[in-house]
């Protein structure tokens, strides 16, 4: 079924879908008799929580990359039928059952078809911008690392000394929950379990940011990927914005080490910067040494969800080392020692590839 980008957001931005049988309705093209409840069963209807603007356009790019080899294989194997799905329901309706008919005509009188109903369009969801030549000498990073392993806290020591952008995912999200956006609000239940949040939910926040960054600037992405779509999402994103990684660092950290980071851990209201009540004390009880901004202690973590985000990141997590490994870009760092040493082994690392760049 094929129809234009644009029109599938207006789609879905104004479904509804019963709760109970899951038939699907729309605000404008196809309202219920009853405003909220279902036609068929009489229950009520809600709006997917993964319907929001945020995410359609990376729905749309996800869809594209898998969908094309389906779309060639069943053309080379002359079964693909095309309908063009922009039109009334009827209408479209109508063409889908020609269509299956001519099919079963031509299967009667055993002539195979010869040729498909109309050829596929791909249909690229994203424009690349222009090659910037600039581009070519920022740093891009990313941090990997169990949860409380100290990916904040060394972000926080690269950006400043190579002026990188800070990008951190759970960052974005905890500000998006702060701002009570529905990113925030379906992010938040996930958080709280110490579950991901959906791959397809991530990518699109973190294409949006990276948009939004001056091509001519480097980044350090903290907490993204997490996971091998995610990891492949991020190598197509980087190409589109004609980027490069230069280098994954990976903290290595024994689980026993993080929980007694994590419950020790008290992070700013206001600039996300982490503390420690032992390790990292900031110069005034409760304030940021930075920004002023309160301290507080992160909801997951408690230890239960902190349990969870560890088994979360040895099992989602960890095969995105292998796929940077093979790659070329892993750096490995001991990640145990105290935050200077660590941070004096992350630079060196940065300091050679920023050579290397030169
Ligand atoms: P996120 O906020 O990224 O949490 P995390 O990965 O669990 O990592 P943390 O922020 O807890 O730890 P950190 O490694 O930054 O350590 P820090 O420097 O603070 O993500 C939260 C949630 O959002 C996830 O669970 C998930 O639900 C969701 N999410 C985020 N990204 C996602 C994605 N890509 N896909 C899907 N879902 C995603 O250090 C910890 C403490 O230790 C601090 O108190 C610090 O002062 C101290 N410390 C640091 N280094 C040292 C040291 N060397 N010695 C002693 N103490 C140290």
New binding site residues.
Partial sequence: LEIADEKIIERVLNRLICTHCHAPYHLTFKAPRKAGICDICGNPLHKRPDDISEMLRVRQRAFQRVIKPVLEYYQQSRRLLVINADGPMEKVSAEIVAAVQSLQNQERRADAPTEPHRAPVIVSGIQPPARNKEAKTACHLI?V????????????ALRDTFQLAHI???????ENLKNQTDLGKL?KS??D???????D??EAM?EDRLAKSPPDSGFIL??????LP?ANALTEILSHFERHLDAALY?K?PDA??E???S????CRKCQT???????QPAQDGVCDLCGGELYQ?D??NPR?IRS?LE??HLQTTPIIKYYQDAGVLFEID?????A??TRSSLAVIKTIQDSLR
């Fill in positions: 941090l690392g169990a949860p409380g392993s100290g990916k904040g806290t060394q972000a926080e951190a995912t759970g960052d974005l999200f905890r992010a996930y958080m379990r110490g579950e991901l949040v959906p791959d939910v991530t973190v903290d907490g993204f990927p997490r996971t995610q903290i950290v080490v993080i007694n980071r994590l020790g851990r008290r992070v982490p503390y420690h009540l032992l390790f990292k992160r997951d973590d969800t985000r979360t990141f990640g145990q020692g105290d935050v040493a660590v």
